[in-house]
């Protein structure tokens, strides 16, 4: 199967999920474990894929990181600052 997107980069978001977790003070696997909490599974290992750019991240997904992690979607597609 040919893949869509014709780049190393999966997703545009992964550095400002880092960083804004980073700044949160919390773990990949923290991070992974509050997800968890609101039904949105994805596992340590995800989130570091996410965070390198080399996985998709999902709506739901997107949606929830911003609730965990305190920002807003703006600032995570890079439309505001911290």
Request: hydrophobic share 40%; glycine share 6%.
């Amino acid at each position: 199967m040919k893949r869509i997107i014709d780049s190393d980069n999966i997703n545009i978001i992964g550095d400002r999920i880092k960083e804004a977790r980073m700044k949160a003070g919390i773990s990949q696997k923290q991070l992974s474990e509050k997800l968890e909490l609101m039904a949105v599974y994805t596992c340590r290992g995800s989130i570091s894929r996410i965070e390198n750019k080399k996985r998709a991240v999902t709506d739901i997904e997107i949606d929830a990181i911003s609730k965990v992690l305190g920002v807003s979607l703006d600032y995570l597609f890079g439309r505001e600052e911290l």
